[in-house]
Protein backbone atom coordinates (compact mmCIF):
# COMPACT_ATOMS: atom_id res chain seq x y z
CA UNK A 1 0.00 0.00 0.00
CA UNK A 2 1.35 3.18 -0.96
CA UNK A 3 2.76 5.15 2.22
CA UNK A 4 0.73 8.32 2.25
CA UNK A 5 -2.30 5.85 2.65
CA UNK A 6 -0.92 3.95 5.36
CA UNK A 7 0.14 5.85 7.92
CA UNK A 8 -1.33 8.94 9.87
CA UNK A 9 -0.95 12.31 8.20
CA UNK A 10 1.69 15.16 10.20
CA UNK A 11 -1.65 16.98 11.68
CA UNK A 12 -2.83 13.98 13.13
CA UNK A 13 0.70 12.73 14.48
CA UNK A 14 1.12 16.52 15.96
CA UNK A 15 -2.32 16.27 17.71
CA UNK A 16 -1.64 12.74 18.93
CA UNK A 17 1.70 13.50 20.69
CA UNK A 18 0.68 17.43 21.90
CA UNK A 19 -2.16 15.78 23.81
CA UNK A 20 -0.44 12.38 25.00
CA UNK A 21 1.95 14.52 26.74
CA UNK A 22 -0.88 16.78 28.42
CA UNK A 23 -2.93 13.90 29.82
CA UNK A 24 -0.11 11.79 30.34
CA UNK A 25 0.59 14.57 32.19
CA UNK A 26 -2.96 15.78 33.49
CA UNK A 27 -3.53 12.21 34.97
CA UNK A 28 -0.87 12.38 37.62
CA UNK A 29 -1.34 15.24 38.55
CA UNK A 30 -4.66 14.68 39.06
CA UNK A 31 -3.80 11.47 41.47
CA UNK A 32 -1.80 13.81 43.23
CA UNK A 33 -3.73 16.85 43.85
CA UNK A 34 -6.41 14.85 46.00
CA UNK A 35 -3.52 13.51 48.08
CA UNK A 36 -3.69 14.44 51.94
CA UNK A 37 -0.46 16.82 53.45
CA UNK A 38 0.25 18.66 50.26
CA UNK A 39 0.94 22.58 51.30
CA UNK A 40 -2.42 24.67 50.16
CA UNK A 41 -0.18 26.36 47.57
CA UNK A 42 1.13 23.74 45.45
CA UNK A 43 -2.26 22.07 45.95
CA UNK A 44 -3.89 25.20 44.62
CA UNK A 45 -1.58 25.42 41.99
CA UNK A 46 -2.06 21.22 40.66
CA UNK A 47 -5.25 21.89 40.89
CA UNK A 48 -5.11 25.23 38.48
CA UNK A 49 -3.14 23.27 36.45
CA UNK A 50 -5.52 20.00 36.01
CA UNK A 51 -8.71 21.95 35.50
CA UNK A 52 -7.03 24.42 32.72
CA UNK A 53 -4.75 21.35 31.19
CA UNK A 54 -7.98 19.40 31.10
CA UNK A 55 -10.41 21.80 29.33
CA UNK A 56 -7.57 22.33 26.68
CA UNK A 57 -7.80 18.33 25.97
CA UNK A 58 -11.38 18.87 25.92
CA UNK A 59 -10.93 21.42 22.39
CA UNK A 60 -8.04 19.72 21.07
CA UNK A 61 -10.21 16.41 21.30
CA UNK A 62 -13.15 18.31 19.21
CA UNK A 63 -10.86 19.59 17.13
CA UNK A 64 -8.97 15.91 16.34
CA UNK A 65 -12.16 14.00 16.20
CA UNK A 66 -13.55 17.01 13.57
CA UNK A 67 -10.66 16.31 11.62
CA UNK A 68 -10.94 12.50 11.41
CA UNK A 69 -14.16 12.36 10.44
CA UNK A 70 -12.28 14.30 7.06
CA UNK A 71 -8.94 12.56 6.96
CA UNK A 72 -10.04 8.79 8.48
CA UNK A 73 -7.45 6.48 10.20
CA UNK A 74 -5.32 4.44 7.76
CA UNK A 75 -6.44 0.82 7.72
CA UNK A 76 -3.79 -1.28 9.68
CA UNK A 77 -1.55 -3.47 8.10
CA UNK A 78 -3.21 -7.17 6.56
CA UNK A 79 -0.66 -9.11 9.07
CA UNK A 80 -2.37 -7.94 12.44
CA UNK A 81 -4.95 -10.56 12.66
CA UNK A 82 -8.73 -8.98 12.93
CA UNK A 83 -9.45 -9.54 16.27
CA UNK A 84 -6.34 -7.45 17.52
CA UNK A 85 -7.71 -4.48 14.36
CA UNK A 86 -11.01 -4.98 16.07
CA UNK A 87 -9.49 -4.29 19.67
CA UNK A 88 -7.61 -1.72 18.55
CA UNK A 89 -9.82 0.36 17.01
CA UNK A 90 -12.45 -0.55 20.14
CA UNK A 91 -9.82 0.85 22.61
CA UNK A 92 -8.99 3.81 20.53
CA UNK A 93 -13.07 4.53 20.34
CA UNK A 94 -12.82 4.31 23.95
CA UNK A 95 -10.12 6.63 24.45
CA UNK A 96 -11.91 9.27 22.17
CA UNK A 97 -14.98 9.05 24.67
CA UNK A 98 -12.91 9.34 27.59
CA UNK A 99 -10.80 12.11 26.60
CA UNK A 100 -14.20 14.20 25.94
CA UNK A 101 -15.93 12.74 28.89
CA UNK A 102 -13.55 13.27 31.71
CA UNK A 103 -13.30 16.78 31.04
CA UNK A 104 -17.06 16.93 30.29
CA UNK A 105 -17.48 15.49 33.92
CA UNK A 106 -14.80 17.56 35.54
CA UNK A 107 -16.33 20.75 34.26
CA UNK A 108 -19.49 19.93 35.83
CA UNK A 109 -17.97 18.68 39.35
CA UNK A 110 -16.02 22.08 39.40
CA UNK A 111 -19.07 24.56 38.32
CA UNK A 112 -21.55 23.23 40.37
CA UNK A 113 -19.94 22.88 43.01
CA UNK A 114 -19.12 26.13 42.89
CA UNK A 115 -15.26 26.57 41.98
CA UNK A 116 -13.58 29.01 39.23
CA UNK A 117 -12.40 27.42 36.00
CA UNK A 118 -9.72 30.05 35.89
CA UNK A 119 -8.97 30.31 31.80
CA UNK A 120 -12.54 30.25 31.27
CA UNK A 121 -13.66 32.74 33.49
CA UNK A 122 -10.97 34.86 32.45
CA UNK A 123 -12.36 35.17 28.97
CA UNK A 124 -16.19 35.31 30.36
CA UNK A 125 -17.25 31.99 29.12
CA UNK A 126 -20.76 31.21 30.45
CA UNK A 127 -21.35 28.63 33.39
CA UNK A 128 -22.46 25.59 31.63
CA UNK A 129 -23.92 23.45 34.47
CA UNK A 130 -26.29 24.86 37.40
CA UNK A 131 -24.88 25.52 40.85
CA UNK A 132 -25.93 22.13 42.52
CA UNK A 133 -24.54 19.92 45.37
CA UNK A 134 -25.87 17.27 44.19
CA UNK A 135 -25.17 17.48 40.59
CA UNK A 136 -21.17 18.15 41.82
CA UNK A 137 -20.76 14.99 43.77
CA UNK A 138 -22.97 12.53 40.69
CA UNK A 139 -19.92 14.45 38.39
CA UNK A 140 -17.48 13.55 41.20
CA UNK A 141 -18.04 9.96 41.01
CA UNK A 142 -18.32 9.86 37.01
CA UNK A 143 -14.84 11.71 37.15
CA UNK A 144 -13.17 9.27 40.04
CA UNK A 145 -14.28 6.12 38.25
CA UNK A 146 -13.48 7.17 34.75
CA UNK A 147 -9.95 8.06 36.05
CA UNK A 148 -9.34 4.83 36.68
CA UNK A 149 -11.08 3.37 33.61
CA UNK A 150 -8.45 5.68 30.85
CA UNK A 151 -5.28 4.89 33.03
CA UNK A 152 -6.01 1.64 32.46
CA UNK A 153 -6.47 1.92 28.68
CA UNK A 154 -3.87 4.08 28.26
CA UNK A 155 -1.60 1.51 30.06
CA UNK A 156 -2.95 -1.07 27.37
CA UNK A 157 -2.55 1.37 24.61
CA UNK A 158 1.16 2.38 25.60
CA UNK A 159 2.51 -1.78 26.40
CA UNK A 160 0.62 -2.40 22.74
CA UNK A 161 2.32 0.70 20.92
CA UNK A 162 5.52 -0.61 22.67
CA UNK A 163 5.34 -3.82 22.02
CA UNK A 164 5.11 -3.15 18.04
CA UNK A 165 7.57 -0.77 18.33
CA UNK A 166 10.43 -2.62 20.46
CA UNK A 167 9.55 -6.40 20.06
CA UNK A 168 7.57 -6.97 16.97
CA UNK A 169 9.09 -3.94 14.71
CA UNK A 170 6.19 -4.35 12.14
CA UNK A 171 5.87 -1.02 11.32
CA UNK A 172 3.18 -0.13 13.19
CA UNK A 173 4.82 1.92 15.59
CA UNK A 174 6.12 4.24 12.20
CA UNK A 175 2.37 5.10 12.02
CA UNK A 176 2.46 7.38 14.52
CA UNK A 177 5.61 8.28 15.56
CA UNK A 178 7.54 11.07 13.42
CA UNK A 179 8.51 10.17 9.95
CA UNK A 180 12.33 9.97 10.75
CA UNK A 181 14.18 6.82 10.05
CA UNK A 182 11.36 5.32 8.22
CA UNK A 183 11.92 1.17 8.76
CA UNK A 184 10.74 -1.63 10.92
CA UNK A 185 9.59 0.47 13.99
C1 LIG B 1 -8.84 14.22 30.00
C2 LIG B 1 -9.01 15.07 31.00
C3 LIG B 1 -8.92 14.71 32.46
C4 LIG B 1 -8.36 13.62 33.06
C5 LIG B 1 -7.63 12.44 32.40
C6 LIG B 1 -8.54 13.77 34.49
C7 LIG B 1 -8.08 12.88 35.44
C8 LIG B 1 -8.25 13.02 36.81
C9 LIG B 1 -7.69 12.13 37.82
C10 LIG B 1 -6.82 10.92 37.52
C11 LIG B 1 -8.09 12.59 39.03
C12 LIG B 1 -7.78 11.97 40.40
C13 LIG B 1 -8.78 10.90 40.75
C14 LIG B 1 -10.00 11.47 41.45
O1 LIG B 1 -9.94 11.72 42.65
O2 LIG B 1 -11.03 11.72 40.79
C15 LIG B 1 -8.88 13.78 38.82
C16 LIG B 1 -9.46 14.55 39.80
C17 LIG B 1 -10.09 15.75 39.59
N1 LIG B 1 -10.30 16.37 38.37
FE1 LIG B 1 -9.77 15.65 36.56
N2 LIG B 1 -9.23 14.94 34.72
C18 LIG B 1 -9.46 15.55 33.52
C19 LIG B 1 -10.10 16.75 33.30
C20 LIG B 1 -10.59 17.57 34.30
C21 LIG B 1 -11.24 18.84 34.10
C22 LIG B 1 -11.46 19.53 32.74
C23 LIG B 1 -11.59 19.32 35.32
C24 LIG B 1 -12.30 20.61 35.69
C25 LIG B 1 -12.40 21.64 34.92
C26 LIG B 1 -11.16 18.34 36.30
C27 LIG B 1 -11.35 18.46 37.66
C28 LIG B 1 -10.95 17.55 38.61
C29 LIG B 1 -11.16 17.72 40.03
C30 LIG B 1 -11.84 18.89 40.72
C31 LIG B 1 -10.62 16.59 40.65
C32 LIG B 1 -10.54 16.29 42.16
C33 LIG B 1 -11.52 15.24 42.53
C34 LIG B 1 -12.82 15.86 42.88
O3 LIG B 1 -12.91 16.51 43.91
O4 LIG B 1 -13.76 15.76 42.09
N3 LIG B 1 -10.56 17.29 35.64
N4 LIG B 1 -8.96 14.02 37.45
C1 LIG C 1 3.80 7.07 25.37
C2 LIG C 1 2.54 7.22 25.05
C3 LIG C 1 1.88 6.76 23.77
C4 LIG C 1 2.35 5.99 22.73
C5 LIG C 1 3.73 5.33 22.60
C6 LIG C 1 1.29 5.90 21.73
C7 LIG C 1 1.38 5.26 20.50
C8 LIG C 1 0.40 5.20 19.54
C9 LIG C 1 0.53 4.59 18.24
C10 LIG C 1 1.79 3.89 17.71
C11 LIG C 1 -0.65 4.73 17.58
C12 LIG C 1 -1.00 4.25 16.17
C13 LIG C 1 -1.68 2.91 16.25
C14 LIG C 1 -2.06 2.46 14.86
O1 LIG C 1 -1.24 2.54 13.97
O2 LIG C 1 -3.21 2.04 14.66
C15 LIG C 1 -1.56 5.44 18.47
C16 LIG C 1 -2.87 5.78 18.17
C17 LIG C 1 -3.73 6.39 19.05
N1 LIG C 1 -3.42 6.86 20.31
FE1 LIG C 1 -1.62 6.70 21.25
N2 LIG C 1 0.19 6.57 22.20
C18 LIG C 1 0.51 7.11 23.44
C19 LIG C 1 -0.31 7.85 24.24
C20 LIG C 1 -1.65 8.08 24.01
C21 LIG C 1 -2.55 8.76 24.91
C22 LIG C 1 -2.17 9.31 26.30
C23 LIG C 1 -3.77 8.79 24.30
C24 LIG C 1 -5.05 9.40 24.79
C25 LIG C 1 -5.62 9.13 25.90
C26 LIG C 1 -3.64 8.14 23.01
C27 LIG C 1 -4.65 7.99 22.10
C28 LIG C 1 -4.55 7.40 20.85
C29 LIG C 1 -5.65 7.26 19.92
C30 LIG C 1 -7.10 7.74 20.15
C31 LIG C 1 -5.13 6.63 18.79
C32 LIG C 1 -5.90 6.29 17.52
C33 LIG C 1 -5.74 7.39 16.54
C34 LIG C 1 -6.78 7.29 15.45
O3 LIG C 1 -6.93 6.22 14.85
O4 LIG C 1 -7.46 8.29 15.19
N3 LIG C 1 -2.34 7.73 22.87
N4 LIG C 1 -0.89 5.72 19.66
Redesign the pocket.
Known amino acids: MDKAQSDYTTFARVMHWAMALL ?1 LS ?2 PV ?2 L ?2 QEGLSRPFQNSL ?1 IY ?2 NT ?2 L ?2 VMAVIRLSYRGLRPAPPLPDHIPVWQQRAAHASHMALYVL ?1 LA ?2 VA ?2 I ?2 VAGGFP ?1 ETLNAIGFPKLAPRSDAVAEIA ?1 SA ?2 YG ?1 YL ?2 GIVGVHVLAALQHGLIKRDGVFSRMWPPYRRGTR
Open positions: ITIGFMVYHKGVIFIMPGYRVIKHFSIT
